[in-house]
C-alpha cells in the first residue's frame, strides 16, 4: 500500500502484526514466558507475507516471525525449504472460498510431506487462508492431530499476566 498510495502514511500510522508484536516484546509492553509453550512447532512461510511481499513491496517478513517464535517458544523449527523457498499451502488467493477443494487437497500435499518431515505436532502461521488451509489438508492426509496455531496465538499462550 506505501507503493501505491504514499499520502496514506504522511497522514496515518499504520503497523503490521508483526511490526506491533516485535515493538510490545521489545518494549516490555507484553512479557512471555516461553517455557508455557513445550511442544515442538515449525514455523510456515505464507507466500503473501514473504515471496509476494518481497517481490512487490521490497521487504519479505521472514525474519520478523522468526524472532516473535525465538520469544516464546524454546522449540521450534524451520521447515525445508523455508523463507523464500518454502512450499506453498495452497489456499492463497481465496482458494478456500472456490469449489475446487479436491485440487486445492491435492495442490497442499507437498506442504503436509514438508511438515511430516519435520515431526512436529504444532504448525504456526500468520495468515488465516494458510491457517484454515493446512488444517483441512492435515485432515484429509491423515495428520488429524496437527495443531494449527497463528503466530499471534503462541504469543497470548504465553503471556505473562501479573496480578493486580
Known amino acids: 500500500m506505501e507503493k501505491w498510495h504514499p499520502e496514506f502514511f504522511d497522514r496515518y500510522e499504520t503497523a503490521t502484526v508483526f511490526d506491533l508484536l516485535i515493538e510490545y516484546l521489545k518494549s516490555g509492553r507484553i512479557r512471555v514466558d516461553k517455557s508455557v509453550n513445550n511442544v515442538r512447532a515449525a514455523?510456515?512461510?505464507?507466500c503473501n507475507y514473504g515471496?509476494?511481499?518481497q517481490e512487490l513491496f521490497g521487504h519479505g517478513y521472514f525474519d520478523e516471525?522468526?524472532?516473535v517464535m525465538d520469544q516464546c517458544m524454546s522449540d521450534w523449527v524451520d521447515l525445508f525449504p523455508s523463507r523464500g523457498n518454502q512450499y506453498c499451502c495452497g489456499g492463497g488467493g481465496g482458494t478456500l472460498l472456490t469449489p475446487f477443494k479436491d485440487e486445492r487437497t491435492h495442490y497442499g500435499?507437498?506442504?503436509i510431506e514438508q511438515i511430516r518431515r519435520t515431526g512436529v505436532g504444532t504448525i504456526v502461521?500468520?495468515?488465516?487462508s494458510?491457517?484454515?488451509q493446512i488444517k483441512a489438508i492435515a485432515a484429509a492426509y491423515d495428520m488429524p492431530d496437527l495443531t494449527v496455531k497463528y503466530l499471534w496465538e503462541v504469543v497470548a499462550d504465553a503471556l505473562v499476566i501479573d496480578p493486580d
Open 109 to 111: 500435499r507437498k506442504k
Open 51 to 53: 515471496r509476494k511481499s
Open 43 to 46: 514455523y510456515h512461510d505464507p
Open 130 to 132: 494458510c491457517h484454515g
Open 125 to 128: 502461521v500468520p495468515c488465516h
Open 65 to 67: 516471525p522468526r524472532w
